[in-house]
């Protein structure tokens, strides 16, 4: 299956309002609707021709967002005892951050800032170094093997260029996935929240919609009901280039540490083979 | 809004944009199922439920609502119930109910199969007369409008007529009489004095005081320990529903087949139906009972059916063990002089001549000798049984896949006797396949070589590839338009049925035998015009077929009908299928492909989207939206109401538009006319929504909790009476079932669907995007279990019943568990049953854990709840 080209931008694009996505989590029904929608639509192949096993995790058994997973719905069981507590589901996609990680480090250039306001790679210049993989704060971004280049959702770029709603909330029956204007859309979102705290929701808030924020804002971004961490999500996600001096001595102090850790853990790995066998050997 | 019995957002994810949108503004959404679902995720309120007591808990809130004091205090409910229900009418002397019989109502006998066709497998039956309204004749009515099971061990004499050439002879020469019947005498001759009533509600014999008798053992108690949900709970539904009941407010109820798929699933939305009627949450916006259909037409496959009882238009078929023997008899059979159904005749003999076209004359009765009738159950259970006993040659087989189905082990024995096996369908099902590749084949016990036969497979178009129309939940035909073309030689089942019609009437054209007379005048045209290019090699003009079920003028086939107020019993209409009568009134006027929703912000009801059936009505027995006056019950819930010279409303009025809500019975007239002003329900004899149901039921005028045919439990409720007494059990070696409380199956299991895969997967899981969201067979087991067991997550176990042993992974969670159950920790289980041996995420035959069981009045298997064992593997 090959990836179609992602259109060219014209030269001279005009810069319109910004766009992006809400997505209202209490009311997704974890359909996954988006993300065959967004597979339909962006010929993405699914893991393995399709002949995958289940995770185990609940009814997440695409497990994240990558390269070919441009939308993923998670399924978080909260039951302290059975038929006892609550079931979060939650439509996850690129953030489209109003000061994107990814776009930062791109060496070849490859990731834009569209007239839309929406953060894009573009294929054809994108060398494949896996860089924005390594900065974005949220994992959004993976390598399609297919294209050989790094992927991400484009807020479905070709489709919003021409009027259309991208696929992922056009398929979605309950509306949890809603697209338009940044303005507009937080607008309604703080409605909903003001909804939810009078109807005693009150752990209801947004994530990522204040342009004073981390990362200038997200152009995509949620209500939640969970601390952010439930959801996968980073409390304070930052900019790659903020903690460059801190983050080099860190991991260097990291991978260290992490020698050390490894060796120790491999002699208890031993050691317990060993008392293994004998107590195999004493068994007999 | 309770869901109950379907898990919604699930399995009708686009439909239940709606229940959400309603959220937003404001409606609290209850969900009661075994499982914690993506339903229950965003429901306001979860109840768990043991699969196969709903009974018991609506049940339970029958009693809770008629003893509460907002139920008692509020004049709304009383009125409601008083003018529209049957509640004052009085049953017959001879009437007892379960109260009194521990468990049994009046009139169980012994059921003796028929030597004509022994596979109608009902445990007993029931004659209902004792059930009948009292009618001051002293008498028990007759069992009028039972859909024949009654009689189905009852061949009559002369059923083999018509079978041999002599026999024919006669019924032309017009021996069987009738095609000079003036049917508005015959219709005017079944009437029947007026049933009494006690308006006061208080004789002891009147409805009312039966259904309060008749519940009052389903206390808070009685629910929580037949059901395992928590009493609290359940007083929190009822509260609920109580609060959001009367003429502000109406709540609704939405089931799918896990109400159905039981030996008394016709009973647990009666139930519902009584409750619904109590509370006066029917006929008006905002309430009734949505039945969630399976597919996008399935609707549409009962009204124009592929089901074996009835005839299009939810007319009885023609039946050999009913006195059925002429159109004559028929219609003095199936015909209520009262009510709409009175007008039958019409709708009858409009349908004889859309089969038989010129040829079906009043001589001929209209051509109804040549109508096949039935024997007894023809149903899919039935049709098996007798198949394995090699009772059944040839099989079509046209979007279904039996070779996963229902004991399939059981049903692939059946497939394996078959001469001949036609399979039309978009991959090799597992039922195309089922010669080399079942499990019985691979294991070698069953000898490919012994398998005789011929299968034939033909590669299917996919709906978007034709044009046609949908009929969906709400009654609502919706036309679909052709999107692309199909590939190779996919053709459509339209083409199909049509050519090899047109085939087999090329066959009998010289046959003189009287079965085959049928087949020579069966009126069979839907050739495109010429000119017109059709999407596929001789296909039918789907334009035509759709005229054909809407009607049209004898006479004069260009003029359409324009509705079913227009067809006579005289021949002079035809119409395939009078509920569809309306939806195509003129060449230009596709009414199915109308796209006109109402403006935003408008309590309309969307009349120029679609066509619901009957008369585009999309709230049915609409009358009761305004009170017996004829005003709304309230400005919030106005839908239909009296202008003071005719019945308005955002609505279709369902009720004679002129007739006023003062005016009196008629006991001398017929149709509607024999109904007052506050007789709503147009299709009841008696214009009432019927708390107890007299007829059409052959397992008892009220519900009734009974357990599953499989149960962990004596039944609380009737000790003396585990299950239903007329449940239908085909006895066959491959279909044992557990003892009550048989320790080797000690648990409850219920089986389902999943949003991400479509019934036995034959459409899903050959798509790798679908695959991949769910690629393996499961069984979701709570921790409980999972550690009593030492089964951990993903673990592979193995499932048991008396029928098969199958496997599957482990998906431990707290969505699922223990429930206590009549003082015993009872455990529930539950699969998807998705999975077969075809395409590209396979998994074991979950049907084959499946019993031959059902629900006497439909047949209909009891898939939702039976016991099990779970060990690991």
């Not at chain 1, 070849?108 to 306001?117: L, Y």
Request: aromatic share 10%.
């Amino acid at each position: 299956m090959d990836h179609p080209p992602l259109p060219i931008l014209p030269q001279t694009a005009v810069t319109t309002e910004p766009m992006g996505f809400y997505t209202d989590t209490t009311v997704c029904i974890g359909c996954k609707a988006c993300e065959v929608a967004c597979k339909s639509w962006n010929l993405l192949p699914a893991a393995d021709g399709g002949v995958t096993e289940m995770s185990g995790d609940s009814y997440d058994n695409t497990r994240q967002l990558d390269g070919t997973h441009w939308r993923h719905v998670k399924f978080i069981e909260q039951f302290p005892t059975e038929y006892n507590g609550r079931w979060l589901l939650m439509s996850d996609v690129c953030k489209h951050c109003v000061q994107a990680p990814c776009l930062e480090v791109c060496p070849t250039g490859a990731i834009i800032r569209t007239e839309f306001d929406t953060v894009v790679i573009q294929s054809d210049a994108c060398n494949g170094c896996r860089a924005c993989i390594a900065a974005c704060p949220f994992g959004v971004i993976g390598m399609n093997d297919v294209a050989g280049t790094a992927q991400k959702c484009t807020l479905c770029y070709d489709r919003i260029s021409v009027g259309l709603e991208p696929a992922c909330s056009k398929a979605c029956p309950t509306d949890s996935i809603q697209f338009g204007t940044i303005s507009d859309l937080r607008e309604r979102a703080q409605q909903r929240v003001e909804q939810l705290h009078a109807n005693g929701v009150n752990d209801a808030y947004l994530y990522g919609a204040d342009p004073n924020g981390p990362l200038g804002g997200l152009n995509s971004f949620y209500l939640l009901v969970d601390e952010p961490e439930v959801y996968g999500l980073p409390r304070n996600p930052q900019l790659p280039t903020r903690n460059l001096m801190e983050s080099a001595v860190l991991s260097t102090a990291g991978a260290v540490a992490a020698v050390g850790l490894g060796l120790v853990g491999l002699r208890k790995r031993r050691m317990d083979e060993i008392s293994d066998e004998r107590g195999a050997t004493s068994d007999e | 809004m309770v869901i109950m019995g379907s898990n919604m957002a699930e399995c009708h994810p686009v439909a239940f944009r709606w229940p959400m949108k309603a959220k937003l503004n404001g409606a609290k959404i209850i969900h009661i199922d075994p499982r914690f679902t993506r339903t229950s995720a965003v429901a306001d309120l979860h109840v768990p439920i043991r699969a196969g007591a709903d009974i018991a808990f609506l049940g339970g809130l029958i009693n809770h609502v008629l003893n509460s004091e907002r139920w008692n205090r509020d004049p709304f409910f009383r009125e409601y119930v008083s003018n529209y229900t049957n509640a004052a009418t009085l049953i017959n002397e001879e009437y007892r109910d379960t109260e009194d019989l521990a468990g049994r109502f009046s009139g169980l006998a012994d059921y003796v199969e028929s030597p004509m066709w022994a596979y109608n497998a009902f445990v007993g039956e029931y004659a209902t007369g004792s059930w009948q309204y009292d009618r001051g004749d002293g008498q028990a009515g007759p069992a009028r409008g039972t859909q024949g099971q009654m009689a189905a061990g009852r061949p009559a004499p002369t059923a083999q007529t018509g079978e041999t050439p002599e026999g024919r002879r006669a019924g032309a020469a017009g021996a069987t009489g009738g095609f000079d019947t003036d049917y508005d005498a015959l219709v005017r001759s079944l009437r029947t004095p007026p049933a009494r009533t006690d308006p006061t509600l208080q004789d002891p014999r009147c409805v009312f005081q039966i259904v309060k008798r008749h519940f009052a053992r389903y206390t808070p108690e009685m629910v929580e320990q037949v059901c395992g949900s928590p009493k609290a709970k359940f007083l929190k539904v009822a509260e609920l529903l109580l609060e959001n009941s009367g003429r502000e407010r109406t709540s609704a109820f939405a089931y799918a087949v896990a109400w159905t798929q039981h030996t008394n699933g016709v009973q647990i939305i009666s139930c519902a139906a009584l409750l619904q009627l109590l509370l006066g949450n029917i006929g008006r916006p905002g309430g009734g009972i949505m039945a969630l259909r399976g597919h996008a037409a399935i609707q549409g496959s009962t009204d124009i059916p592929t089901l074996y009882h009835s005839i299009h238009g939810y007319m009885s078929h023609p039946s050999a063990l009913k006195e059925h023997e002429t159109l004559e008899q028929y219609v003095r059979a199936e015909t209520s002089p009262t009510g709409y159904w009175a007008n039958l005749p019409k709708f009858m003999v409009s349908y004889l001549k859309s089969m038989y076209g010129a040829a079906a004359t009043r001589e001929n009765q209209f051509g109804y000798d040549w109508h096949p009738k039935i024997v007894g159950d023809h149903s899919h259970m039935a049709m098996f049984a007798a198949m394995a006993d090699g009772r059944v040659r040839g099989m079509f087989c046209i979007g279904q896949n039996p070779a996963t189905s229902l004991n399939a082990s059981l049903e692939r024995a059946g497939l394996r006797r078959l001469e001949w096996l036609v399979v039309k369908d978009n991959w090799l099902t597992e039922t195309a396949t089922y010669w080399h590749s079942a499990p019985e084949v691979k294991d070698g016990t069953v000898n490919i070589e012994d398998i005789k036969t011929e299968v034939f497979f033909f590669p299917s178009t996919q709906v978007a590839e034709y044009e046609g129309s949908f009929t969906n939940t709400q009654r609502m035909l919706q036309w679909h338009f052709m999107a692309a073309k199909a590939p190779g030689e996919c053709r459509t089942d339209t083409w199909f049925y049509y050519n090899l019609g047109k085939r087999l009437k090329r066959a009998y054209t010289n046959s003189m035998l009287p079965r085959d007379q049928g087949w020579k005048n069966v009126l069979w045209d839907f050739e495109p015009d010429p000119g017109t290019e059709p999407p596929y090699p001789g296909e039918p003009d789907a334009l035509k077929i759709l005229r054909e079920i809407n009607g049209y003028y004898t006479d004069r086939p260009t003029e359409h009908l324009p509705g079913f107020a227009a067809l006579e019993h005289d021949g002079s209409t035809t119409c395939a299928s009078w509920i569809y009568c309306g939806c195509y009134p003129a060449p230009d006027q596709n009414l199915t492909a109308a796209r006109n929703p109402d403006p935003p912000g408008q309590s309309g009801a969307h009349l120029g989207w679609g066509y619901a059936w009957p008369a585009n009505r999309r709230v049915l027995y609409n009358r009761v939206s305004a009170d017996a006056d004829g005003n709304p019950w309230s400005e919030r819930k106005r839908w239909v109401w009296w202008d003071g010279t005719k019945w308005v409303g955002h609505d279709v009025p369902d009720f004679a538009v002129t007739k006023p809500p003062g005016a009196p019975a008629n006991p001398a007239a017929i149709g509607l006319d024999a109904l007052a002003g506050t007789d709503a329900f147009i299709m009841k004899g008696d214009g009432k929504g019927w708390l107890f149901v007299p007829t059409g039921l052959v397992d008892g005028p009220l519900p009734t909790h009974y357990e599953p045919a499989e149960s962990p439990v004596r039944n609380p409720l009737y000790p003396e009476q585990q299950s239903s007494p007329v449940l239908k059990y085909w006895r066959n070696d491959r279909n044992r079932l557990a003892e009550v409380g048989d320790p080797r199956y000690p648990h409850v299991i219920t089986t389902y669907r999943l949003t991400e895969h479509y019934l036995s997967g034959a459409m899903s899981r050959w798509l790798p995007w679908l695959t991949e969201l769910q690629p393996e067979l499961f069984i979701e087991i709570g921790t409980a279990l999972a550690q009593e067991k030492g089964i951990a997550n993903l673990d592979r176990v193995r499932i048991t019943t008396p029928r098969a042993e199958i496997h599957a992974k482990a998906l431990v969670t707290n969505r699922i568990g223990v429930l206590d159950i009549a003082g015993k920790r009872i455990h529930h289980v539950g699969m998807p049953w998705h999975w077969g041996w075809m395409g590209l995420s396979t998994g074991d035959v979950v049907n084959t854990l499946t019993a031959f069981v059902g629900d006497p009045n439909v047949s209909i298997h009891e898939g939702k709840a039976f016991t099990c064992n779970v060990e690991k593997a």
